[in-house]
T-cell receptor, first 112, second 115 residues
Framework: EDKVVQSPLSLVVHEGDTVTLNCSYE??????LLWYKQEKKAPTFLFML????IEKKSGRLSSILDKKELFSILNITATQTGDSAIYLC????????????FGKGITLSVRP | EAQVTQNPRYLITVTGKKLTVTCSQN?????MSWYRQDPGLGLRQIYY???????DKGDVPEGYKVSRKEKRNFPLILESPSPNQTSLYFC??????????????FGDGTRLSIL
């Protein structure tokens, strides 16, 4: 059974701090790992990682995948209150069903 | 604007009263899926569809039905809802099924309460 574990489950930081969110996985026939940000409604797509060691970056957010050790990290630098959200990690396997197997999410609270 | 639209956004109903949650996407996506999100359990797949008239069970299909008569629509049907189906439901779509590295896009969610 596919498994995705995120840590920590919740985190409180102050504006300007840098945070690292972790995601480890066990999946048969891995294709890619995705990060989503969920505020009050729909999860919104952040990154899709397929290859090891290649950092993806978008503004203050960046993410990298290690396929040997089966984990990924999501970094957020110079955090802002608008970064407060649940961050979801999901893995996609090869095959016809594009099912995403999600972790339980990391609740990030950024205080002014 | 590219989007996945779910209706209703909120619904409170009673046990046994059939209900349908609609999902529509305007991106000509082939793949569509339903998830439910519960505290402590994360998002879990209910059903998915790889194309018109092709549907299959996900991880938690019991008590649900789906249909895919048109490419853009993928309704979720609860024939006889029960309280354990109280949850937050998301519809998602992506361009193609597993052969492609296309991220799934999610609707805004439907919060169902079954009394």
């Amino acid at each position: 059974e596919d498994k995705v574990v995120q840590s920590p489950l919740s985190l409180v930081v102050h504006e300007g701090d840098t945070v690292t969110l972790n995601c480890s996985y066990e999946v048969t026939n891995f294709r890619s790992l995705l990060w989503y940000k969920q505020e009050k409604k729909a999860p919104t797509f952040l990154f899709m990682l397929t290859s090891s060691g290649i950092e993806k970056k978008s503004g203050r957010l960046s993410s990298i995948l290690d396929k040997k050790e089966l984990f990924s990290i999501l970094n957020i630098t110079a955090t802002q209150t608008g970064d407060s959200a649940i961050y979801l990690c999901a893995v996609l396997r090869t095959g016809a069903n594009s099912k995403l197997t999600f972790g339980k999410g990391i609740t990030l609270s950024v205080r002014p | 604007e590219a989007q996945v639209t779910q209706n209703p956004r909120y619904l409170i109903t009673v046990t046994g009263k059939k209900l349908t949650v609609t999902c529509s996407q305007n991106m000509n996506h082939e793949y569509m899926s339903w998830y439910r999100q519960d505290p402590g359990l994360g998002l879990r797949q209910i059903y998915y569809s790889m194309n018109v008239e092709v549907t299959d069970k996900g991880d938690v299909p019991e008590g649900y039905k789906v249909s895919r008569k048109e490419k853009r629509n993928f309704p979720l049907i609860l024939e006889s809802p029960s309280p354990n189906q109280t949850s937050l439901y998301f519809c998602a779509s992506s361009r193609t099924s597993g052969a492609s590295n296309q991220p799934q896009h999610f609707g805004d969610g439907t919060r169902l309460s079954i009394l």
